[in-house]
């Protein structure tokens, strides 16, 4: 230990020169140090480090776990070290799977894992949780993470904070309710009477709140007894979205009695709530507060929501003089929402004019024809709808064909919308236009 705190400490205070001129020694460095510098020439992309591979070669060393971790992103090498090494213990097995994980090749990773000979801890946390993170966008991917800690339950590994809030995670983004419960279960008795930490009731709140369970969410709320901005933010933001606006107001105006300063995320929420909840005045004010009174510069988000909040209360030739007085540059969304404002309340006009920068934009975006052209439908406009509809054809745009997820006898199942094709008949054509679409 004292030689490993001693090379890393004489590592730190080297100059580049001074590891050059190492470099060229003629005697063997040990293994730590190698290890050491391969990590300080990874944060130094002048330096080359595989000319210390060889090293690790020629005396049959063992990279650390720190190593594999810095270098498997970069250097393609280091399965091959791995390969010729004579002892393969737990720790180059979990960095060799450890960096493949990070580097997104979770098929590599997952061979690797399957072959080591002992795994411990940390293996099985690496896997987990590197599918519990893909899984954000596959969601098959998560329900590899719990089925890998179903296999994990049958050994003698017990799982740690790290493996409890990844499958967390994954319950989240999947919003299997049942599962995540169950994970609770689990959590309640591995913790002591101090109850959870901040981390672990977080990620306890998110996923209730991400299930549409608020009333667990707020129950593990109430019975932390540290909360940081997070924790306030995940209950604000839920109850926000899910139908509870003046609850969430409410919270927030507890926070701000509190010790915990709100930020950027908090007034998302908050704005969110005010909008649900038609409160016109309130989001008003909360969006001059956060300026005002917190210093927090409004960034795309909190501009989305203060147009989607004065849409749906109608006042939509306020939202676009708020548009085109906005700090930055608004993006599609914005204007996506405020054409779905004008299609709301049946305002052709500025959904004409709201389009019209849509289209600046970008043309090849099926939702926006399909908005401007159910607000022509509900007008009465159908001339003016059909031509909308030969436009999109003519330039190549088409809708995609929604589809909806369902799990029907433990698979994953993929439902198809197809379009309804108009029937070129004068008493149908006007009540299957807007269906067409």
Known sequence: MDNTVSSRAELRKATINDKKTSKR?????????????????????????????PHHQRLQLQPISLTGAHFQGRYGNFS??????????????????????????????????????????VSWNVMITAYAKRGYVLSRDCKKALE????????????????????LNACADLGDLQVGIKIHWSLSEMM??????????????????????IERALKVFLEMREKDVSTWNSVIVGLAFHGHAEESINLFTKMRRSKVRPNEITFVGVLVACS???????????????RDGYGIEPNIRHYGCMVDMLGR??????????????????????WRTLLGACRIHGNAELGRRANARLLDMRRDESGNYVLLSNIYASKGEWDRAEKLRKM?????????????LIEAEEKEQQLLYQRI??????QLSASLLASSF
């Open 313 to 334: 209360a109608g006042l939509l030739d306020e939202a676009f003089k708020f548009i085109d007085s906005m700090v930055v540059e608004p993006n599609a969304i914005i």
């Open 276 to 290: 649900h909840a038609g409160k016109v005045d309130e989001g008003r004010q909360c969006f001059k507060l956060m």
């Open 80 to 121: 091959e070290l791995f390969d010729d090494s004579a002892k393969k213990d737990v720790v180059p097995w979990s960095a060799l799977t450890s960096g493949y994980a990070k580097r997104g090749e979770l098929d590599v990773a997952r061979r690797y894992f399957d072959e080591m000979p002992v795994k411990d801890l």
């Open 192 to 213: 002591s009477s101090d109850g959870f930490n901040v981390l672990l009731g977080n990620a306890l709140i998110d996923m209730y709140a991400k299930c549409g369970s």
């Open 25 to 53: 020694q003629e005697h063997q460095p040990p293994a730590t140090f190698i290890n050491d510098l391969l990590v300080t020439m990874r944060e130094h992309p002048i330096l080359e480090a595989n000319p210390w591979f």
């Open 148 to 167: 890998m800690f179903e296999e994990m339950k049958n050994t003698r590994e017990r799982p740690d904070e790290v493996t409890m809030l990844s499958l």
């Open 392 to 404: 999109m054809d003519d330039t190549g745009v088409r809708k995609e064909a929604g589809y909806s």
């Open 421 to 426: 094709h108009r029937l070129w008949c004068p």
